[in-house]
C-alpha cells in the first residue's frame, strides 16, 4: 500500500521523475511557463475582446458581456505581470500562471451560467485546455478543477434548470477528467524533455572539462594553455606576463614513497599555486610537474604573487609530504612580443632557478 501511494505521488507531485531531477530543471521550466503564460494571455485577450464585440452587436451574446469584460481585465492584468513583474519578482510566476488558469475556468463557469443552453461547450473546452497551457503538475491541475467543480454547483445550482444543470455538470466531470488525463501525459513528456535536455548539457560540459582541465588537479591543461597562447597571438593584449613553474624532487618522491605520494605533491603544487595567484583560471598544468601561469597583470602584482607562493610552498603539508618546492621564472610581454620567445625566456629562467637548487641540494 506504501510503495503505491508512493508511486502516486512520484506521478502527481514529480510527474513521474526522482525529486532530484525535478528541483533541477526548475529553471527551464519557469521560464517556459514565463513564455507560455505571455503567448496565451494574448490569445486570450483577442479572443475576449472578439467575443465583447459580438456581445456589442448580437444579442445571443449579450448576456455574457460582463464575463467577457471580467476575463478581458484578468488577462490583460496576467500579461503585465508575466512580462513586468516576475522580472523582478520570480517568485510570482506561480502565481500568475494560477491566476491565468483561474480566470479562464472561471470565465467558463460565469458563460455557462449566463447562457446554460447555448454556451456551455465553453466551460467544457476550458477544461481540456487549461491542464495543457502551462508546465504544470498534475496535482496542481486536480486541485484547480474540483475548487471549480465545487464552484460551478455552488452558483450554477440557484441559476440554471435542473435537467440542464445535471447534464452540463456531468458533462464538466468526464471533460475535466479527460483534460487532466491529457495534460498529464503532454506534461510529463515535456518534463522528461527538460531532464534530456540537461543530460545532454550536463554531459557536454562533462566533455568541455575533460577536454580543457586536468583530472588530478583540475586546473586547466596543456590543451587549454595552447589554445590560451594562440588567442594571444591573435589578439595581442596589452601586456602580459608568463610565469612558468617546474615542482622540485617529484621523480625522487615517486621512487622513494610511491606515485600516490608524488600525486600528493601536485596537489600541495596546485594548491599553493591557487592560493598564490587571484584566479585559478590563469595556471595550467602542461606536464607532469610543470606549470604555467599567463597572468594579465602588472610585474609588481605577479612579484607579490611569487613571494606568496614561496611562503605557502614552504608551510605546506599533508600526509607524507611536507612542504613544496617550485622553480619559478617570469618573462613580461605586450602586443609586440612574440609569445613564443616569452614562453622561452620564462622557461630559461625557471631551469636556471631549478639548476641552482639541484645543485645547492648536491651540497648538502
Known sequence: ???????????????????????????????????????????????????????????????????????????????????????????????????????????????????????????????????????????????????????????????????????????????????????????????ERYVYAESIKEFAEIQKRRANYDELTGLRNRHAYIEEVENIKANGPDDYIIVMADLNGLKNMNDSLGHEAGDILIIGAKECLADAFDNIETIYRIGGDEFCIIAYDTPEHVLDCLGKLERESAKWNRGPVSGVSLACGYAVGDKRSDVEKIIVQADHEMYEIKRKFYKDVSRQ
Not at 86 to 112: D, N, Q, V
Not at 180 to 191: A, D, P, S
Request: proline share 3%.
Open 1 to 191: 500500500m506504501f510503495r503505491i501511494l508512493e508511486r502516486v505521488k512520484k506521478e502527481l507531485v514529480y510527474m513521474g521523475l526522482e525529486k532530484e531531477q525535478f528541483h533541477r530543471i526548475k529553471g527551464p521550466v519557469d521560464e517556459d511557463n514565463k513564455r507560455s503564460v505571455f503567448v496565451w494571455s494574448v490569445c486570450a485577450i483577442l479572443f475576449w475582446i472578439v467575443s465583447l464585440v459580438m456581445s456589442l452587436k448580437s444579442e445571443a451574446y449579450s448576456a455574457c458581456r460582463y464575463v467577457y469584460i471580467s476575463a478581458l481585465v484578468i488577462a490583460f492584468i496576467t500579461l503585465i505581470l508575466t512580462k513586468v513583474m516576475t522580472a523582478y519578482y520570480p517568485r510570482m510566476l506561480k502565481l500568475t500562471i494560477y491566476l491565468f488558469e483561474a480566470s479562464i475556468l472561471g470565465s467558463g463557469i460565469g458563460i455557462a451560467i449566463c447562457q446554460p443552453d447555448v454556451r456551455t461547450v465553453s466551460i467544457i473546452v476550458f477544461m481540456v485546455i487549461v491542464p495543457i497551457c502551462t508546465i504544470d503538475i498534475t496535482l496542481t491541475d486536480i486541485l484547480l478543477n474540483i475548487v471549480f467543480l465545487i464552484c460551478y454547483v455552488i452558483f450554477a445550482k440557484g441559476y440554471v434548470e435542473p435537467d440542464v444543470f445535471s447534464w452540463e455538470l456531468t458533462n464538466i466531470i468526464i471533460f475535466s477528467i479527460v483534460g487532466i488525463m491529457i495534460g498529464h501525459v503532454i506534461n510529463k513528456t515535456r518534463f
